[in-house]
């Protein structure tokens, strides 16, 4: 019997569990929704999502077969909740909220399937399929919203699902690649600047959906940042993140979703030892949950590992490959193998690195990393310090550190005139011609970076230069780090009053950047340095 009421997400009970949902009060939530999870499709939604983030975030292999169940089960009740509110007749207003409501309602669940089918068992071609059906419902529900009318907290939650789909779903392309062009055939269209404004807007008011609109956001900002021209401190992404993040958590401050991101946001400040502190107590929340801490282990390792504590986060990585419930155990083997090397010991970093690329052989982003690293993990420290935007640290003895490491590096791999990439290192690991030139290359990133840090802008935009001059890219990876090369060398010679050697760079950019936004950053760029 399907409990059928007007006005569902308005509920107090509705918006106080939502709110212990994204404050990770999961047990107080699952009391609010169960009892009406199977009548009330608002409850069964909730009930689902509770769960499903909670899975999210623990990445926890017996929470997600859970979740999928409740999901499964929801969705029965949202489809049955849609189409009672289809049958309903008249136009007054109370009748198009409930149909724009259960269109919502159903979209939503659908939305989470496809989020888990990502997630969980990287099936990207069915979770786009739902992705479709999903946005064909907010379509629908957006439609119906042009009539008088409608309520504005309804109007709230309906900008949500725009915003998910036209900021956030359209960085898909990039993300997924081939799955995710399905998208476009089918018709989807992104639209970031207009979804961003509906996310800004949510995030902002009063809406159940506030939380998660924070929380996409801060995602973006840290994990498909994009330049700001000229660079500054206080207007990248990172500082947007940092923002969000702050307001956020306010809002929910057991929040553990968000203090991961906090956590994270901190360690690319280079603030390490911060962030580890963070880390700490969210394992510590973990167990007093009673649930498998292996992913804030994970961070608290990588923390360590970013302050160069080879030891210390090798014990934290070698405990979380132990987890029987932690679905990316291969992560911490791959850290760990990366560690075994800092320490001296190639045998057994080539041995766990061997291990854990069979391990995840089926994660294709873990899988592109780890092959390289097989035959050639000195650049693993490098090139996981890259990938993760955490080539930073706060104090000038750190990075002091980081370039004996490099200098390190160099020796070891024979990067000099003398040796010209033949030493016992490389003879042992059989590096061949590429790998040596992509060692060189890595080497001039990291050493412009560091002359960067260190006001040395002469020797970072040689540095930069040589990547720009010489660099093959050919993954996402070495892309990204040859296009980024073109935008800090850029921003170098323009704050040197360099303006046409900026413009040239930028310029390049614009047209061959193999990313929409590098492409867009550029462009924002070169309309920048014209306006000044």
Not at 72 to 85: D, L, P, Y
Not at 350 to 367: E, P, Q, V
Not at 443 to 455: C, E, K, T, Y
């Amino acid at each position: 019997h399907l409990l059928f009421t007007s006005f569902m997400f308005k509920a107090e009970d509705v918006q106080k569990g939502v709110q212990a949902i994204w404050n990770s009060q999961v047990e107080e939530a699952d009391e609010i929704f169960k009892a009406e999870s199977a009548t009330n499709a608002r409850h069964a939604l909730h009930y689902a999502e509770n769960l499903w983030f909670w899975s999210f975030i623990t990445d926890n292999k017996k929470l997600q077969g859970e979740a999928a169940v409740r999901l499964k089960a929801s969705k029965k009740i949202a489809e049955a909740n849609h189409k009672a509110a289809q049958k309903l007749k008249g136009k007054e207003p109370e009748v198009l909220n409930q149909q724009i409501e259960g269109l919502i309602i159903y979209g939503e669940v659908i939305l989470f399937q496809a989020f888990l089918q990502m997630s969980a068992s990287f099936d990207y071609a069915r979770a786009c399929m739902g992705l479709s059906k999903a946005w064909g419902y907010v379509q629908e529900a957006e439609k119906l919203s042009r009539e008088e009318g409608v309520d504005e907290d309804l109007i709230l939650l309906l900008q949500f699902d725009l915003g998910v789909f036209l900021f956030f779903l359209s960085f898909l392309p990039e993300v997924l690649g081939f799955a995710a062009r399905l998208l476009s055939l089918m018709g989807f269209k992104g639209d970031r600047e207009k979804g961003f404004g509906y996310l800004d807007r949510v995030a902002h008011s009063d809406s159940i959906r506030s939380p998660f609109a924070y929380s996409i956001l801060a995602a973006k900002y840290l994990y498909m940042s994009e330049n700001v021209f000229p660079i500054s401190p206080d207007t990248t992404n990172l500082a947007n993140a940092r923002t969000a993040l702050d307001e956020v958590l306010v809002k929910c401050p057991d929040g553990l979703g968000f203090l991961t991101l906090h956590g994270i946001c901190l360690r690319r400040f280079g603030k390490h030892e911060e962030a580890n502190t963070i880390f700490r107590d969210i394992c510590s929340r973990y167990q007093a949950k009673n649930v498998d801490d292996s992913l804030p282990r994970l961070n608290l390792g990588n923390g360590e590992f970013n302050m160069f504590h080879w030891q210390e986060a090798s014990d934290l990585f070698s405990t979380v490959e132990k987890s029987e419930t932690y679905l990316r155990t291969y992560n911490a083997s791959m850290f760990r193998a990366i560690c075994e090397l800092q320490q001296g010991d190639v045998d057994a970093a080539h041995n766990t690195m061997t291990a854990a690329l069979k391990s995840g052989k089926n994660d294709g982003d873990f899988k592109c990393f780890a092959e390289r690293y097989v035959g050639n993990p000195h650049s693993g420290f490098w090139e996981t310090l890259i990938e993760r935007d955490e080539l930073n640290w706060d104090s000038q003895e750190a990075f002091q550190t980081a370039q004996n490491l490099l200098n390190d590096f160099k020796n070891d791999l024979g990067i000099n005139a003398t040796d010209k990439g033949e030493t016992a290192v490389t003879k042992k690991l059989k590096h061949d011609r590429k790998t040596k030139e992509w060692n060189v290359m890595l080497s001039h990133f990291v050493q412009a970076r560091l002359d960067s840090h260190n006001g040395n802008v002469e020797g970072a935009i040689k540095n930069f230069t040589a990547v720009i001059n010489s660099m093959k890219a050919k993954t996402d990876f070495e892309k990204t780090m040859l296009y980024q090369s073109y935008f800090e060398c850029a921003d170098l010679h323009y704050k040197q009053g360099n303006k046409a050697d900026a413009q040239d760079l930028l310029k390049k950019v614009s047209k061959d950047a193999h990313s929409s936004r590098f492409k867009s950053a550029a462009s924002s760029a070169l309309a920048y340095i014209a306006a000044n």
